[in-house]
């Protein structure tokens, strides 16, 4: 069965636009917009010639040889989206997303964002296109990400701190909705993830499924056939739906979504939302209905991971219908298996991986040596880790 959309802005029973009357013009006006964008062969030509000139698509599909020896069993490809211009895939739904707002006649795009990583694709994507920027960012995370704060301001973009709430990302996300539903005829907003009210997660997904497409070519012009599994990282879920969107109707091909487990999923420290008995339930949070973790009296629960971009208490609802299909099988690794697949694949590969890809990574040190040698398992490399190097000193107890 096809997991793309039936009813309109649906995934099976997920998603939809629960979102306030007051943004409802602007969520149709987008829909429609993006629909004219998506056929206009010119629009669709300068995003390709974009991604290839400027972000440097295709990235590179790599045998990691070493990796692979050192742990035994399956043969294992990295998706190279680490090499992304910004280091990570997010600068491709930017990338279109501003495009997509000079389409419309918007001047100016705003976001939200966690740990910055949002807000540098965001920001860099406006300088690009000469457009205004604002970027909403938690207090909190201005505090602990300054060098992506200054990297904004560098690219041209005003950094708006928001002090409600816990004054992170949840509350951003808030701030920024907010702005829209009062700049909607001037503004773009630029979501940063598969998630949100239709039709976002769509437009996030065809944006990013530029991964799945080009891993798909690579992979058989590498090994003459599909591979037999796929794995990535879910924070909101656009890297890994990116990636899988080109083999959903290829029922040999394994998908495997990997989230945090922060400190194991007993307690509530963890951002898991999509394996059995934990206390994800499904709700609605910003825009739709999916599954998100929540406290008892459904107030939407604090999440942890040592890493910023899977540290979120929802999920994109194609991944939420995509997990009750068990179309994808959902794990999890904790922060202590992501931080040890870090250092290995730093020291086998010479590839210092985001923390978020590298629970990826992890899945594959405790999956990869129970398969065989003819097994071929491709991690999505999300990010590099150039970001994360003082988080995992501190955490390792070493100064830099
Ligand atoms: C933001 C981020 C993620 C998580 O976001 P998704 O939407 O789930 O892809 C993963 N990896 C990196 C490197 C990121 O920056």
């Known amino acids: 069965m096809s997991a793309r959309a039936v009813r309109k802005g649906y995934y099976g029973n997920f998603g939809g636009q629960f979102a306030p009357e007051i943004l409802m013009p602007a969520l149709i006006e987008l829909d429609q917009a993006y629909r004219a964008f998506r056929k206009d062969g010119e629009r669709q030509k300068e995003f390709r010639q974009l991604l290839k000139e400027y972000n440097g698509r295709p990235t590179a599909l790599y045998r990691a040889q070493r990796l692979t020896q050192a742990l035994g069993g399956a043969g294992i490809y990295l998706k190279r989206e680490d090499l992304n211009h910004t280091g990570a895939h997010k600068i491709t739904n930017s990338l279109g997303q501003a495009l997509l707002a000079g389409y419309m006649g918007k001047k100016r795009i705003i976001a939200e964002t966690g740990a910055g990583q949002h807000g540098v694709a965001t920001a860099t994507a406006a300088a690009l296109l000469g457009l205004e920027c604002e970027i909403y960012m938690g207090s909190i995370d201005m505090e602990r990400q300054r060098p992506n704060v200054f990297r904004m301001n560098l690219l041209g973009a005003r950094v708006i701190g928001v002090d409600s709430g816990g004054k992170t990302l949840k509350d951003a996300v808030n701030e920024t909705m907010r702005d829209w539903s009062k700049s909607v005829r001037t503004t773009h907003y630029v979501l940063g993830s598969a998630l949100g009210p239709h039709p976002f997660p769509t437009i996030v997904r065809e944006f ?8 798909r070519k690579q992979i058989l012009a590498a090994q003459g056939r599909l591979p037999d599994e796929l794995v990535a990282c879910v924070g909101g879920g656009s890297n890994s739906i990116g990636m899988f969107d080109a083999f959903i109707d290829d029922a040999s091909v394994k998908l495997t ?5 922060g400190e194991g999923i007993r307690g509530t420290k963890h951002a898991v939302r999509l394996t059995p008995n934990t206390h994800a339930r499904t709700g609605i949070l910003h825009g739709s209905y999916s599954y998100v973790l929540q406290d008892r009296s459904g107030q939407i629960a604090d999440t942890h991971s040592i890493s910023a971009g899977l540290d979120y208490s929802g999920v994109g609802p194609q991944h939420a219908h995509l997990f009750e299909q068990q179309r994808v099988n959902y794990t999890y690794a904790t922060d202590r298996e992501a931080l040890a697949a870090f250092r290995l694949l730093s020291e086998k590969e010479g590839i210092i991986p985001a923390l978020e890809s590298a629970h990826a990574v992890a899945y594959a040190v405790k ?7 003819s097994y071929s398992m491709i991690l999505n490399l999300s990010g590099r880790g150039d970001k994360d190097i003082f988080h995992v000193a501190d955490c390792l107890g070493l100064s830099i």
């Open 208 to 215: 990013q499924s530029v991964i799945g497409k080009e891993t």
């Open 257 to 261: 979504g990997v989230e945090a487990g």
């Open 367 to 373: 999956e990869a040596p129970q398969r065989p040698n």
